[in-house]
């Protein structure tokens, strides 16, 4: 059984989500770095005004943030240096502290002129001096010599202004992105002197955003506490673009006030606490509805200790954080939870764990369900047991477990091309979509997924409706395939002696040997093949079809004018020429179409969604 799970969004992810694919340093890496660090900031309402010219002024205050400084300089601090900057100017602490690191200078005349725009050659002599070069190490005079050192050093690649010219907000953000790249006078990459991370010529904005990222908090009575005006911040909730009204009581939360951005995560987990490990002294993780989840703050820690509120046995409610750590637990009676899914095994049970069929109401039932979130939990409540594959709802309110059985409710339409709607219903941005097949393997998968299939009633086990009358909730029967495990057949043995089968499969999974013995002949051969589960044990395998492919892609592969689309974990094998039967992992981008046989094998298991093709076979030509 192949379970996908939704991973809640790392920091990494996070920083991504907003700034794009880290592959290189583009316009948006940059600039949601340099906001990242505090040397550029929005207004009142968030706003960047990238456009409009940089003073002075607020340029020795953006260098202040780009240097060991950030931290030890107020506002209006001290008597004024210069003619027309007084002593309760807001930049004069900026420029006090610029002038004693002799980054800048002021004229003649006694004056600075903090309002005036600042020049490239400006802005390149004062960050060169930032740097340790000053005019003396530099050939020749003002201002050919700082520009020329200044290109050599790379401060002005992407940078499109001339000498002369004055300096936008935009300029500034890759004029500052380029000094942090760039080697100071001792040769040591200069953003690596302030404590961050350059690899290849670029900030490493995930680890930039984690560290200047604060949490995680609990938003008790379903507001935050921010420490900056909420008007024009960024909100995400569970990894989807959000406003802040979209909180609700017990979620978690984070923020950096330098993004204006705050992340808000809803996932809990309800159910019986039947562990705490290693012991109540001292804590780690926890055991709840069947899964084990790391404690993640010292708040849930001491609330699992032996001083805390909780211990085995009671019904508890944990909020998780952004990996998926607990960071608070409150009981379930504080919040009502309800989830839906599968059954996949339910078992009444004794107090001493053997197994009963009475009906008393004082034994309890354990009953595991693969719910729509993906999650496995184990549930455990009074009455009878369920039936594997029953749809339910499973309701926690005031510390008792409630199961009901939900009557079928299919739904038939075409899943638009975007993935976006089914029929003639929505799907709600936050979605749980399950794939459920008849040997009990599940699989999470999303609205993409689905684009472009056409659903039969009997595809659709179950929905549900949001307020906005969306789908917010689906159960399929198997629509897709992802519920399967897919591997490659490298070598099989059959025996049949006195009416007794002897058979031995060998197979490739994620570049691991496995191999199956029984008295089991699945009738397969060398290839692609199906592997699927019962209660963790293969009950079948079954044969993949297979295609000669003619063209190749990072979605999808052509076989004449068929196309196949490819599944988002298929597995690349690369065939040694020298052994008929050895073959190397390898990935989608060593291999292509010119240099390479492909043969494809795909699922062909009548599926609406199915049809991907699962192992890729490249042989040398």
């Known amino acids: 059984m192949k379970l996908r799970f939704l991973s809640l969004l790392t920091a990494l992810c996070l920083a991504l989500s907003l700034a794009g694919p880290a592959l290189a340093a583009d316009a948006d890496t940059r600039l949601e770095t340099i906001r990242a660090l505090g040397i550029l900031s929005g207004d009142e309402s968030g706003n960047l005004n990238l456009s409009s010219p940089v003073t002075r002024a607020e340029f020795v205050k953006m260098m202040t943030a780009a240097s060991t400084y950030q ?99 935009q300029d500034c953000v890759t004029l500052f992105y380029n000094l942090l790249v760039s080697e100071n006078s001792e040769g040591t990459v200069y953003g690596t002197t302030l404590g961050y991370t350059v690899t290849n010529g670029e900030v490493d904005y995930s680890t930039l955003v984690t560290a200047d990222t604060k949490g995680s908090y609990v938003a008790d009575s379903g507001s935050l506490s921010l420490p900056f005006s909420t008007s024009g911040i960024t909100v995400y909730r569970n990894g989807t673009a959000s406003e802040l009204s ?42 709840v509805a069947g899964g084990t989840y790391e404690l993640g703050t010292s708040t849930a820690v001491y609330q699992f200790s032996s001083q805390g509120d909780f211990s085995a046995g009671d019904t508890v409610t944990l909020l998780l954080g952004m990996n998926g750590e607990v960071v608070q637990a409150v009981s379930a009676a504080e919040a009502d939870m309800t989830y839906y ?19 008393s109401t004082s034994v309890q039932t354990t009953t595991v369900v693969a719910c729509t979130d993906g999650t496995q939990r184990t549930f455990y409540h009074s009455g009878s047991a369920y039936s594997a594959g029953r749809v339910v709802s499973v309701t926690i309110e005031d510390g008792a477990t409630r199961l009901r059985t939900l009557s079928s409710r299919g739904l038939e339409g075409d899943v638009s091309r975007d993935g976006s709607s089914l029929g003639s219903y929505d799907f709600a941005d936050d979605v749980e979509i399950l794939d459920v097949d008849d040997e009990g393997g599940y699989a999470r998968i999303y609205p993409d997924r689905l684009a472009g299939a056409e659903l039969e009633s009997d595809d659709v086990s179950y929905y549900s409706l949001n307020e906005l009358g969306e789908i917010d909730r689906l159960i399929l029967n198997q629509v897709t395939g992802d519920t399967y495990t897919y591997a490659f057949l490298v070598d099989g043995e059959v025996n049949s002696e006195n009416l007794e089968i002897s058979a031995s499969y060998t197979y490739l999974l994620d570049g691991e040997t496995y191999t199956v013995s029984g008295t089991t002949n699945y009738n397969i051969t060398h290839g692609g093949i199906a592997l699927i589960y019962n209660n963790g044990s293969i009950s079948s395998i079954r044969q993949l079809e297979s295609v000669t492919l003619s063209q190749l892609s990072d979605l999808y592969a052509m076989a004449g004018n068929k196309k196949y689309m490819l599944a988002d974990d298929m597995e690349v094998l690369l065939k040694d020429s020298s052994s008929s039967n050895t073959y190397y992992v390898t990935t989608l981008s060593e291999i292509n179409d010119e240099d390479y046989r492909l043969t494809g094998w795909y699922d062909d298991l009548n599926c609406a969604a199915g049809g991907r093709i699962r192992i890729l076979v490249a042989v040398p030509k």
């Open 341 to 359: 899914g599968v059954v996949l095994s339910s078992t009444k049970g004794a107090a001493d764990g053997s197994t009963t069929s009475e009906e």
């Open 246 to 287: 979209a909180v609700q009581q017990y979620d978690v939360y984070y923020y950096n006030e330098n993004l204006r951005t705050v992340w808000i995560y809803s996932d809990r987990v309800t159910g019986t606490l039947t562990a705490v490990s290693p012991g109540t002294t001292a804590p780690t993780s926890v055991t």
């Open 71 to 169: 931290d030890a300089v107020g506002t209006g601090q001290g008597a004024s240096l210069f003619t027309d900057v007084k002593s309760g100017y807001w930049a004069n602490g900026y420029i006090q502290l610029a002038v004693e690191q002799e980054w800048v200078t002021g004229y003649v005349d006694g004056s600075f002129r903090p309002g005036s725009s600042i020049t490239l050659e400006e802005a390149c002599t004062a960050l060169l001096r930032l740097l340790g070069f000053d005019s003396g190490s530099l050939s020749g005079s003002f201002p050919e010599a700082q520009l020329s050192k200044a290109r050599s050093l790379g401060l002005l690649d992407d940078l499109d202004v001339s000498q002369g010219e004055t300096l936008t907000r």
